[in-house]
Each structure stands twice: as structure tokens, then as C-alpha cells.
């Protein structure tokens, strides 16, 4: 064997000793696995852990307790993320551990599962959405799922036996096992529509049991959500819809922007589950404003069903 080839198999074998004493596994591995440790025991270190591997975890050692971390749902974000991502992710996942003692592991479903909630929030407002678990229920408003109060991120909701969706629907259904809501007539200047408020910020997950409030036609109701903890609507009957969607839109702009904590200043149509933004804009002609609405196609087709049956 010559020079070279030596030193190649000494600096291989010392290559291996560092990587199995780093990572407590033997060195049989994906390479970017092995990255991905090495990451991990760096970050525990910049935040005062003592660290070891074991299995699919890795324990955090402090002076006064030992946090038990699962790693595979990390590794399946990090597998689907640019490694210039790896920093922020394994920060987030070990900071987030340690950082409620009394929150169970987040990873494990069977006990966090009482605590999952879902929050809808403006897509506006999420600076990166690949960072949340959630889905759109309009254009413009997102469902996400949250423990405690605090959004899940998909390193910690990819350790779950069942899918993302799954998740979010057993969040939803622990809303709304949380509170019924409170129903209140208003009247909108001759327009009839029910305000249900809770005291929870997930009032606009309700429309999913709409039918236990209020009488619902099948062409679906009117919402609007000027505020997260309440919601408006005005059931569909008749062409008479029109004046409550300019009703309904002033009242929905007048409440968002009274306040900081607003939701959404447009019209929605809920109809078989889903939830489509009526667009409308405040125009002025000849001196006159007046509101100005562009359906959708399947609400446009409705529009022409009820005008049919004037």
C-alpha cells in the first residue's frame, strides 16, 4: 500500500471516530443526517446544553433537568428545506423544548393533543408561512395550528402519526368543543344578520356548525369578520343579498378599522364548506359613491339562479 493510500485510510478512520463520537451512532449514515447532528450539537452547546444522542432523540442536559428532544420530524422539514435553512430550524426546535417546562413534548401528539387549537389570521401577517402548520380557508385568510397559544411548526407536527391536515382538524373540533357561541339579531339598516361572538379568538371556525345557530338555506350565509373573536351573518334568501353585501361591507370596514386587533374588512360567501371573498370596491360616479361588486364566477351563477326565480 502506498503513502497516500495510508494517510487516506488513517484521516478516514479518524473521520469515522469523530463522527461516532459526535453523534453516539455508527457512521453508516446519510451524509447531510450526519451534518444535521453535528448542527445540533453545536446549537446545544451555544445554548448552555450538555447534549447526547440516543435513538431518534437528543437529550439536553441543564443543571436541573434533562429535556428528552425528538428529532424526526426536524429531519423531515430539513429534507425538504435549502440547507441554509438548517440554522434557523434547529434553533427554533431546541429553543422551543426548552422553553415552557410545563408544556408536554410537542411532538408527542397523544399528549399535546387537549392543548392543539386553531387561530385564523391575515396571510398578510405571516412573514414566512412555510414556517406554520395551516391552510387557507379564503385568498386571504389562513387557518394555523396552534399549542398553547403559539403556532406549531411543521418540524414539530411531522413527528405526528397523521397528516398535517389531519392535525388541523382535530385542532378545529377542540374549539369547537371549547364554547358555543352567543347570537345576538342586528339589524343593518333594514338588512337582518345574527353578530355570534366567544370569548376565544376562533369565532370564524364556528361557521363550520353554522346550521346549530341559525336557519341555513343551501345557497349558504354572508359573513363577514371584522374581529377574530366574532363574525357576522346574514343568511342567503333571494336577490335582497346584494343590499346585504353593501350593508354588511361598510359595517365589516367601520369594525376592522376601529381597532388593532381587526380581521378582515370584506365580505365572504359560506357555502358547502368553503369560504370565497365577495370582492367589492367604494367607487365615485357623477358625485355619488356606490359600492361596486365583482362576484366570483359560482357566486355570479347563483346571482343569476335567484334572478331566475324572481
Known amino acids: 500500500m502506498g503513502w497516500f493510500a495510508r494517510q487516506e485510510d488513517r484521516w478516514g478512520a479518524v473521520r469515522r471516530r469523530l463522527i461516532e463520537a459526535l ?9 447531510g443526517d450526519v451534518d444535521l447532528d453535528s448542527l445540533l450539537g453545536l446549537v446545544a452547546e451555544s445554548l448552555g446544553y450538555g447534549y447526547a444522542f440516543g435513538g431518534d432523540v437528543i437529550e439536553l442536559s441543564a443543571p ?18 435549502p440547507r441554509e435553512d438548517w440554522p434557523v430550524l434547529v434553533a427554533e426546535h431546541l429553543a422551543a423544548a426548552g422553553r415552557d417546562p410545563g408544556l408536554p413534548d410537542v411532538c408527542d401528539l397523544a399528549a399535546v393533543r387537549p392543548l392543539l387549537r386553531t387561530r385564523v389570521v391575515r396571510a398578510d401577517t405571516l412573514d414566512d408561512a412555510s414556517r406554520v402548520v395551516g391552510r387557507h380557508i379564503a385568498a386571504d385568510l389562513v387557518e394555523i395550528l396552534t399549542v ?28 369547537l368543543d371549547d364554547e358555543k357561541l352567543t347570537t345576538e339579531r342586528v339589524d343593518l339598516e333594514g338588512v337582518p344578520a345574527w353578530r355570534l361572538a366567544g370569548s376565544a379568538a376562533g369565532a370564524v ?24 373573536g366574532e363574525m357576522v351573518v346574514h343568511p342567503v334568501d333571494g336577490l ?3 343590499r346585504a353585501i353593501e350593508r354588511m361591507w361598510l359595517l365589516a370596514r367601520r369594525e376592522y378599522l ?19 371573498r365577495i370582492q367589492a370596491d367604494l367607487v365615485v360616479q357623477d358625485g355619488q359613491r356606490r359600492l361596486v361588486v365583482a362576484p366570483p364566477p359560482e357566486f355570479a351563477r347563483l346571482l343569476a339562479d335567484l334572478a331566475q326565480d324572481r
Open 64 to 81: 436541573r433537568r434533562t429535556i428528552t428532544v425528538r428529532l424526526a420530524g426536524l429531519r423531515r422539514e430539513a429534507a425538504r428545506r
Open 240 to 242: 335582497s343579498v346584494m
Open 258 to 276: 376601529s381597532g388593532d386587533s381587526g380581521l378582515s374588512p370584506h365580505v365572504y360567501w359560506w357555502n358547502h364548506g368553503r369560504l370565497t
Open 23 to 31: 453523534t453516539r451512532r455508527p457512521a453508516t449514515r446519510a451524509a
Open 148 to 175: 398553547s397559544g403559539r403556532a406549531v411548526r411543521p418540524a414539530e407536527a411531522f413527528c405526528w402519526p397523521v397528516t398535517p391536515g389531519e392535525a388541523l382538524d382535530l385542532a378545529a373540533r377542540n374549539v
Open 205 to 228: 371556525v364556528h361557521l363550520r356548525r353554522i346550521q346549530d345557530y341559525l336557519l341555513v338555506s343551501p345557497d349558504g350565509v354572508m359573513v363577514v369578520l371584522p374581529h377574530p
